[in-house]
Structures are given as structure tokens and as C-alpha cells.
């Protein structure tokens, strides 16, 4: 089964609203990461969070390795937030990295 | 300028045919991996190395074959092309193999087997 289910599958907000994403793994991790890919693009980095909270501008990371979840919180969502935001999880001795479906951002004017 | 180069970008195959899917990264790092991305399914792992060696293959069919020529290289041979075989290949890289090393990825190739 899906190890990383990712929630919401999509999301419409209004610039300027915020937004809650979510991450929850199904079996123990090393470690999770936050990644961020455009229509037709390349992933890239946002968090890497293995615990805790990490904030990166209007973008902040908490993640709660005991409770096998994590979350992105977007402030003051602009338009050019717009795209797939992919958290993945790494786990077991080769630090495999498994990755949720995505949960695509649509930032409306 | 990309630092994980990929080629090509686009490309249309005939089933039962083979390709090649090239990588090569400029970030100095030590392991690379082969991701694949198609609208059915979530971004899957399929291959790492590091130091050239394969680390880890998540990948069931032998038609996939990666190749490591020098270590900021890693390309994907894939044989007897099959329509599902239609996706996105990443390729990507990290510093080295373990917790704490994030992935960089390229700008994929997009595979279409008709």
C-alpha cells in the first residue's frame, strides 16, 4: 500500500490565503523531505526535516517523526506558489526515498 | 545553468525498440539515482549508486539497465520499449548515500512509446 499519503490532492486558494499541507507515513522513517515541482518540471528542494520546525520565508516545515507525519504551511499565498508540492520519505538502510502523490496548489489572482 | 544535465528532453520510441536516457551531474556529488514519474503513479525510486556502484534497484524488469561510465554519470538503457514504459525519467543526485543528504534533481526526459 501507499506508504506517504499526502493531503489535500488539491488545493484552489486566493492569493493572499494560507495554506495547511500534510504528510503522513505508514511505517517508520529516517527522515522526510519537502519538494516542490512546476507543471512538466523538476522537483526541488524545499525542506529537508527530519524534526521539528524549519522556516524558509513565508514557508514553514513541522515535522513529528514519532507521529509519522509532517506538514508545509504556506502564508500569504502568492501565484507563482502555484504547482505540485511532494513530500518523500526516506527510510531503512539504503535511505531509500519514497515519495507521496503530490498535492497540487493552485493560487488564483 | 542546470547542473544535472538530461537528455534528451523529449523523445518518441517505437515498442520494441531500445533507448538511452543519459545524466550527467556537475554538483561533485557521489551517488545518483533514476526516479520515474508517469500520470498513474507517484514519483518512484527505480535505481541508486554511489561511487559507481549499484547501491539499490527498486526496478522489477531487467529491461532497465543503468550505466555508470564516470561516477557524474548515469545513464538508463532501457530495452524492448513497452507502451507503460511512457513517462518522466529524473535523474538525481545527492552528496552522498544516507540521512541527511538532500536529492537535486534534473529537468527529466520525457518518454513516450507509442
Known amino acids: 500500500g501507499q506508504q506517504v499519503q499526502q493531503s489535500p490532492t488539491s488545493l484552489v486558494l486566493q492569493e493572499g490565503e494560507n495554506a495547511e499541507l500534510q504528510c503522513n507515513f505508514s511505517?517508520?522513517?529516517?527522515?522526510m523531505q519537502w519538494f516542490y515541482q512546476r507543471p512538466g518540471g523538476s522537483l526541488i528542494s524545499v525542506f529537508y526535516?527530519?524534526?521539528g520546525t524549519k522556516q524558509s520565508g513565508r514557508l514553514t516545515s513541522t515535522t513529528v517523526i514519532k507521529e509519522r507525519r509532517s506538514s508545509l504551511h504556506i502564508s500569504s499565498s502568492q501565484i507563482t506558489d502555484s504547482g505540485t508540492y511532494l513530500c518523500?520519505?526516506?527510510?531503512?538502510?539504503?535511505?531509500?526515498?519514497?515519495f507521496g502523490d503530490g498535492t497540487q496548489l493552485v493560487v488564483k489572482p | 545553468d542546470p547542473k544535472i544535465i538530461q537528455k534528451p528532453k523529449y523523445l518518441v520510441a517505437v515498442t520494441g525498440s531500445e533507448k538511452i536516457l543519459i545524466c550527467e551531474q556537475y554538483?561533485?556529488?557521489?551517488?545518483m539515482y533514476w526516479y520515474r514519474q508517469s500520470a498513474k503513479k507517484p514519483l518512484e525510486f527505480m535505481f541508486s549508486?554511489?561511487?559507481?556502484?549499484?547501491?539499490d534497484n527498486q526496478t522489477a524488469s531487467s529491461r532497465f539497465q543503468p550505466q555508470s561510465s564516470k561516477k557524474n554519470h548515469l545513464d538508463l538503457q532501457i530495452t524492448a520499449l513497452k507502451p507503460d514504459d511512457s513517462a518522466t525519467y529524473f535523474c538525481?543526485?545527492?552528496?552522498?548515500?544516507?540521512?541527511?543528504?538532500?536529492?537535486?534533481f534534473g529537468e527529466g526526459s520525457r518518454l513516450i512509446v507509442v
Open positions: 538525481a543526485s545527492s552528496r552522498g548515500q544516507g540521512t541527511g543528504n538532500t536529492l537535486y
Open positions: 511505517t517508520s522513517l529516517n527522515s
Open positions: 526535516n527530519p524534526s
Open positions: 518523500a520519505m526516506e527510510l531503512g538502510s539504503n535511505n531509500r526515498i519514497f
Open positions: 554538483l561533485g556529488h557521489n551517488a
Open positions: 549508486y554511489s561511487y559507481q556502484k549499484l547501491m
